[in-house]
Every structure is written in C-alpha cells, then in structure tokens.
C-alpha cells in the first residue's frame, strides 16, 4: 500500500553542535524501517521521469519496488546494472536537481528520497554482503585510465565487466581522485571510497599511484607500452585566484589545498604531518558546494568564526541546499553580495583581515545570472587570519602539453566528440577534464559513456 505522505522520511543526523567539531559523518543513514517506509511512497510510475533526469540511468522505481518489500539485495542489484558506484553519488549526487526534480509526487509535496535510499541500499549491501565482484575472462585488449576520481572508476569498472585488461593511473598517492581529496569525511567517509577500490581491483583492474601521467610517462609512452587506447578522467585541478592584492601573504589557500591536506592527508589528525595554520577567523570566498566544504572543514579545524563571503545573492548560489543547510545550522555566516578587493597582512606577511566591497545585482550576464556590481562607498573589512579561495578550477595542462595533436578549448578543457573521443585518435576523455568542474554523478555519466565508446572503437581496429 502506498505511503502517501507529503513530506520525505527525516534523515537521523548529528547535532549540529556536536558535528561542527568533528570529522564523523553528519547523515547518519535510514534504518530498514525508515528505508521500507519511504520506499512506500514511490508511486511506481510506467513511465518514470526520474530516470531521464539520472546521469547513469538508474531503474529507479525498480530498485525502490525492492526497497518497500524489503529485498535490499535485489535492490541493490538493479542499482549496480547500470551504476558502479552507489554508495558514493547516493551521498554527493544533487538529487534535488536532477532524478528528484522529476518525481511527480513532488509536484504537490516532498518528492520520494530516492538518493536516501540509494545511499541506504549501498550501505546495505557494503554491512550484510559486500561481496567482490569477480574477474570476468579476459579478451586480451590493455585499456590505460589516466585519474581515479568518479569518472575514471566508472570508465575502468565498466571496461573491466566487458573483458578488458585496464591499468588505471593516479597522480596521487591514493585512489579515489576528488572523492579523497576534495570530498571531506563528515560528507563521504573515505573507508567507503576504498571498499570501492577495492572492488575494482577484485574486477582484475591494476591501480599504479604516484603516477603522474604527462611526467612520469607520456599519453605517447602509454601506447608504446601496448594499450590500445586511452581514457582521461584527470578532472579539474588547478586552482583560480581573484588577483587582488594580498593574495600571496601566509593563510592564503586556495580550496583545493586546503582541502587536500584536511582530507587526503588527515591534517584534522593528531598524528597527521601536514602543517596548515590553526585559525581563530576564516574568510572562504566562493558560493559552491566547495566554499561550503572548505568552510565546515576550517570550523571542524577550530575556528571560532567562519565566513562565507559571495559576490551575490544567497538564491544564486551554485552550491547544494542542503550543504547551505548544513554549514548555517554548524554556525557558518554567510556574507552575500559581498566580494573581496583586498587581503590585508601585518608586518610578519600573515593575513590579518579581508578588505570587502558590498554588491547589488543588476541585469542577467551572459551565464543568466543577474551581474553584480559594486555599491561605491560601501566597502569594510572582516578581521581574519585565514582566506580560503573557493573560485573554482579548471583542468591542469600538464597532459595537453606533453600530448601532440591533443586540443583543448580556450578555457583548458578537452575537446571530445559525440563519443568522447579527443582530437588524437585513441584518447577518449571525460568527466571535468572535459566540462570543467562540475558534480560526481555526471562524471560517472562520462566515465560510462567512455567505456562504451572505447569498446565500439576497439571492436573496429
């Protein structure tokens, strides 16, 4: 019988006062019951549009049929035929935007929880069964995947299920790409992020570290030593800066290596062996899920004041609801219409403050977003030891430069084709090194596409 509640099941989470002070993850997961119970609401729809709004395609209703009977395993099936990857994008993937923005039972209420339950499935089946999948025979083809963020995990996981011998990459020393890196504990639990790896290898796919594809071997060395072809999932590294002055004083970070070294390398961690300044106040400048990352990492840090400072309104900010949600409940002020001019330093070259102009939106720019513009007169000054630019990235041109015949469009992104094929035959590419930096869960949808278009092609040499 159909649960025709408007609202979603509540998801058990940390107190926020509690959470704010550590690294645990804040959602603490459904129970069977509350699984079974918002299963229930799900209408089963013969033509579901939640699946047209899933990057991967997830049978959607199918596997929630299974959920409201109980039968996690089955459930957890359906959801692997198409997604290698469930416990992840069912804890990061912006459901709100994509599969459950099309829920009709939204239309009049709360749509059905389907990432709480696909995270609920994964979870499920990692606790009860997590069985590794097992090597299928091999057709004798080598296949390289430069980087093992979400797009590459994909792409090699789905290569390895059709017989290929894949060698995946990392410049890092662990696997996981963005999802060790730049995702902290409290919203994915590393140990997750490894059982996944781990799966991959019992798949028969071999992950090298410490490689630094562009340096320690070429795309050309790649091909030499016998791979047919090559897929690039290396994402979106490198950093932006505003290029105000006082951007070079001590307790500049950009978010990348901040994060970097909270989550990658334990900085959070007694015994951890990355410095990284003990803040009192932190300014983090940027209005996306990454600002928000950085900034409920710099509280969990011990700062006593952290702030979000963006250049427009609350409305426009590109990051999820809920990450919003989450960082103001843990005492994050937002600054909005806000934008820095200046970061101020003391005699030492430390920062001691960050120099803010205050902003109004006028007409839509080219994104579509109303423009902002400064208010003349209104500038003040929030006194900080620490500013965290979270300005978003773009792909590092490490392996464009060291790859003959392989273009990149005017902001340092891949050009790919319909099959995400570069412009050097045998590359394919995906995921942010194509787009720039954008979400998991279309990664993954890249990391699937390649695979296939990588088979196809293959099949015809």
């Given at each position: 019988m159909a649960n025709m509640t408007m609202t979603k099941t509540p998801m058990p989470e940390q107190d926020p006062k509690v959470r704010a002070r550590n690294f645990e993850e804040v959602a603490l997961g459904y129970t069977p019951q509350q699984a079974m119970e918002e299963a229930a609401r799900c209408?089963?729809?013969k033509k579901p549009k939640c699946v047209e709004g899933c990057p991967v395609n997830i049978r959607?209703?199918?596997f929630i049929g299974k959920v409201a009977e109980g039968d996690f395993q089955a459930a957890y099936e359906i959801i692997t035929s198409t997604n290698a990857l469930p416990a992840l994008s069912g804890r990061v993937c912006p459901q709100e935007s994509q599969c459950e923005c099309r829920c009709v039972r939204g239309v009049k209420g709360e749509p059905v929880a389907i990432g709480r339950l696909e995270r609920f499935v994964a979870d499920?089946?990692?606790?009860?069964?997590n069985a590794m999948p097992e090597k299928v025979p091999s057709n004798g083809i080598a296949v390289a995947v430069v980087g093992s963020g979400p797009a590459g995990l994909t792409c090699a996981s789905d290569l390895a299920k059709k017989g290929y011998e894949v060698t995946m990459f990392e410049a890092?020393?662990?696997?996981?790409?963005v999802l060790v890196y730049g995702i902290p504990e409290f919203r994915l639990p590393k140990a997750i992020v490894a059982n996944e790896v781990k799966k991959l290898e019992a798949q028969g796919v071999k992950v090298m570290t410490n490689m630094v594809i562009g340096q320690v071997l070429s795309i050309d060395d790649l091909f030499a030593m016998g791979f047919k072809a090559v897929f690039v999932g290396s994402g979106a590294g490198l950093p932006m800066f505003m290029h105000i002055p006082g951007e070079s004083l001590k307790g500049v970070y950009s978010a990348n290596e901040y994060l970097t070294r909270t989550n990658l390398m334990k900085a959070y961690t007694p015994e951890?062996?990355?410095?990284?300044i003990q803040s009192k106040a932190v300014a983090v400048v940027g209005g996306g899920n990454v600002a928000m990352d950085g900034a409920r990492c710099a509280m969990r840090l011990g700062a006593d004041k952290v702030y979000i400072v963006y250049r427009r309104g609350e409305a426009e900010m590109p990051a999820r609801q809920e990450e919003r949600h989450h960082a103001k409940e843990e005492g994050i002020e937002f600054k909005t219409l806000c934008n820095p001019v200046e970061i101020l330093g003391d005699e030492d070259g430390r920062v001691k403050g960050i120099k803010c102009i205050r902003m109004e939106l006028g007409e839509p720019d080219a994104s579509g977003r109303r423009r902002p513009m400064e208010i003349p007169g209104s500038e003040f000054t929030l006194d900080v030891d620490t500013v965290i630019m979270a300005l978003g990235t773009s792909p590092?041109?490490?392996?464009?430069?060291?790859t003959p015949g392989l273009e990149t469009n005017r902001k340092g992104c891949l050009i790919v084709d319909e099959n995400e094929m570069t412009t050097r035959d045998g590359v394919f590419a995906g995921g942010d090194a194509v787009t720039g930096a954008a979400t998991v869960i279309l990664a993954m949808g890249a990391g699937k596409k390649g695979a296939e278009a990588i088979d196809a092609y293959l099949k015809k040499a």
């Open positions: 209408l089963g729809c959607i209703p199918e499920w089946y990692r606790e009860n069964v890092l020393h662990t696997a996981g790409g951890a062996d990355t410095p990284i590092n041109p490490l392996i464009r430069s060291t």
